[in-house]
């Protein structure tokens, strides 16, 4: 019984993206208190908050899609025609536009992603590992806000976890290091900041419109560290194994080749960050300097192998 209020609470979101407890409570015949329970339930695996004031309500990400195979090909088959009986009987546009969307999507999940083979076209996949097409619905939602001037209320988390609620004007979207940023105008903070994309738990379009506000590149601070305190100058040897990973990292202008051996000379932000970047690079990259960057590598890799003893 749970489960099944569960998926058709999912479904409600999904078609009106923002409901009252009260609504659950009444087509249910459940108590207020039973319906957030469920929600604690249902966010674990969905982005779904509560939203607290006078327009608030249960909330569901306008970024969040049904996960691609979330049905199978004899499914979508059955459902669509299904939908185009109940038209043939009951001719209103609610069902066939429902046909549609449901015909759309399955074609969309038949289609293989591939580049067009057109000159000039390029492909970015921004989606984490093991993502099935949510970090990219998450990234095609912010672009279409930013085209479309709209504003987005954001939950954020910190690096803790903790969340907070924002409201954000979208300008642009930066691609650094493998990571993607949102560079937008915060509300609460009355400036601009630069967001992490994998940190927004749910996003969600308020209908409010903004005029786009002046910044230059240079304002978008894409250095991440601003003073010589903050960062290292590292020298690291490479092995040939780890060339083509050293080549992405720091850029092939600062690899060098000396005695037929490859070395790098770089000025680098200091912190965790790089101490699991160079573990992650595993035996291929050696810190030949800073001794004090050596001694955090090597403390850091005496953790790891704690870990598994």
């Known amino acids: 019984m749970k489960f099944t209020i569960l998926v058709e609470m999912l479904f409600d979101l999904l078609a009106k993206r923002k409901v009252t407890a009260r609504y659950f409570a009444e087509k249910y015949e459940i108590s207020e208190r039973t319906v957030y329970r469920y929600l604690d339930c249902l966010s674990l695996s969905v982005p779904v908050y509560v939203k607290r004031g006078r327009e608030g309500g249960i909330c569901i990400s306008d970024s969040y899609k049904l996960p691609a195979g979330f049905m199978t090909k004899e499914e979508y088959e059955a459902a669509i025609e299904a939908l185009e009986l109940t038209y043939s009987q009951l001719p209103e546009e609610r069902f066939l ?77 930066v691609f650094k290091q493998s990571v993607w ?51 290292v100058e590292a020298r690291f040897l490479v092995s040939e194994e780890a060339f083509a990973d050293a080549q992405d990292w720091l850029g092939d202008e600062n690899l060098k080749q000396i005695n037929g051996k490859w070395y790098a000379d770089v000025t680098l932000p200091a912190g965790d960050t790089l101490v699991k970047k160079i573990l992650g690079l595993g035996a291929g990259v050696t810190v030949l300097s800073p001794a004090s960057l050596k001694e955090q590598v090597a403390k850091a890799a005496e953790e790891i192998a704690k870990a598994y003893l």
């Open 181 to 231: 940023y949102i560079y937008a105008f915060c509300h609460k903070q009355r400036a601009f900041r630069l967001f992490r994309l994998g940190r927004v738990f749910s996003a969600v379009k308020t209908e409010e419109k903004f005029q786009k506000r002046p910044f230059t590149r240079e304002d978008i601070p894409l250095n991440f560290w601003s003073n010589e305190t903050e960062s």
């Open 97 to 173: 536009a429902a046909e549609r969307k449901l015909s759309a999507r399955a074609k969309t999940e038949a289609r293989d992603l591939a580049l067009s083979g057109e000159i000039g076209a390029i492909l970015v996949d921004g989606g984490t590992w093991g993502d099935t097409r949510a970090f990219s619905d998450k990234l095609h939602l912010f672009e279409a806000c930013i085209k479309d001037r709209e504003i987005l209320e954001i939950e954020y988390r910190s690096r803790t976890g903790e969340k907070t609620q924002r409201k954000i004007e979208p300008h642009v979207l």
